[in-house]
């Protein structure tokens, strides 16, 4: 078994040391051409940089938050749990479904209004439900963040709203986004293009629609007119955020070739967010590809155990070994 890993392993580091210096030139200089001052893409599969721009710059993540919000709120609440909301949730400015205080809603529909609407009032309302208040769970999110492995990371509120010090860097919201998608049900409702809120003891039944234009295609209103986007194949989740000043964000999950990346794009424009994507999505799957170096179930040599019940066992891979070894040229030697 350790012989086979130790190949293995040599193989890897040869073309790490091929790559060297090109990759590090394609992620300073190379890549696409955004408009964003902030972007990266990242293939959690192999944990590996593809590609970035400014990635670890702090810039305001604006509703990206919500995928964090989110993820909290599922491993700590329940579904079906009803929520009763407060007068704080409810005096937060829009975007919003207009929550009342007094309104009993659930945690399920909660969710699907802060990752589909991009709701603030239901953000708000998961958080305080979480943890009793915004201060209590922007300590929670902020110990989660570091869990997942940010490193520039620093949440103030769960909405993503303007918050003193409150500030995020491309490379840690991809990381955010990979550790929240990896989430079944927040997946599934990320995905979902249309939902129903059912009629509350406050407000007649809501229709909620997804504003990830990428899962279906679609037309955006704006000041300087209509921008239509077409669905983007492959993208199974994502989340969109603007600032007060309309400063654009964005994060996308896409499956390719058996690979899961993420491209995030921050301090763009409301007209150039998706253009901007779109190019970082292309450019992904035009530079990855992925290369089986072992198949779940693949027979190992022995390995040696001691003090255990029998000194030898088969190694048997639990899951298939996937690296990406993107075409090179390689050098005359």
Not at 26 to 32: C, L, V
Not at 192 to 204: F, L, R
Not at 208 to 230: H, Q, S, W
């Amino acid at each position: 078994m350790k012989h086979i890993f130790k190949h293995t392993i040599t193989f890897l580091l040869i073309f790490s040391m091929l790559l060297g210096s090109g990759a590090s030139a394609a992620y300073a200089a190379g890549g696409p051409s955004v408009h964003g001052n902030a972007a990266i893409i990242y293939c959690e599969t192999t944990d590996e940089i593809i590609w970035g721009k400014n990635a670890d710059e702090e810039r305001n993540p604006a509703s990206m938050t919500k995928l964090l919000t989110c993820l909290i709120a599922i491993e700590n609440l329940d579904l079906d749990q009803e929520v009763e909301v407060t007068q704080e949730c409810t005096e937060v400015i829009p975007t919003k479904i207009w929550l009342q205080a007094g309104e009993k809603v659930t945690v399920r529909d909660l969710l699907h209004a802060a990752l589909l609407e991009s709701a603030n009032d239901a953000a708000m309302a998961l958080a305080v439900a979480t943890s009793g208040s915004v201060k209590d769970f922007a300590k929670k999110m902020n110990s989660r963040a570091k869990k997942i492995g940010c490193t520039n990371t620093k949440f103030v509120n769960p909405s993503g709203l303007y918050g003193k010090g409150q500030h995020s860097t491309a490379h840690d919201m991809a990381l955010i986004a990979a550790e929240a998608f990896d989430n079944r049900t927040l997946k599934t409702i990320a995905a979902t293009d249309e939902y129903t809120i059912g009629k509350t003891n406050k407000s007649e039944a809501r229709v909620l629609e997804n504003g990830n234009l990428l899962l279906k295609g679609g037309e955006m209103d704006l000041p300087t007119g209509t921008i239509k986007v077409k669905k983007y194949d492959g993208v199974f989740g994502g989340k969109t955020g603007t600032t007060e000043e309309a400063v654009a964000t964005m994060v996308a999950g896409i499956n390719h070739d058996g690979l899961e990346l993420y491209a995030v794009i921050m301090g763009s424009t409301m007209k150039e967010r998706y253009p901007d994507m779109k190019k970082l999505l292309e450019y992904a799957k035009e530079n990855v590809c992925p290369y089986e170096v072992f198949k779940k179930g693949d027979l190992f040599e022995e390995a040696r155990l001691t003090h255990g019940s029998t000194n030898r066992v088969a190694g048997v891979a639990s899951v298939s070994g996937i690296t990406n070894l993107p075409e090179v040229h390689l050098p005359h030697w």
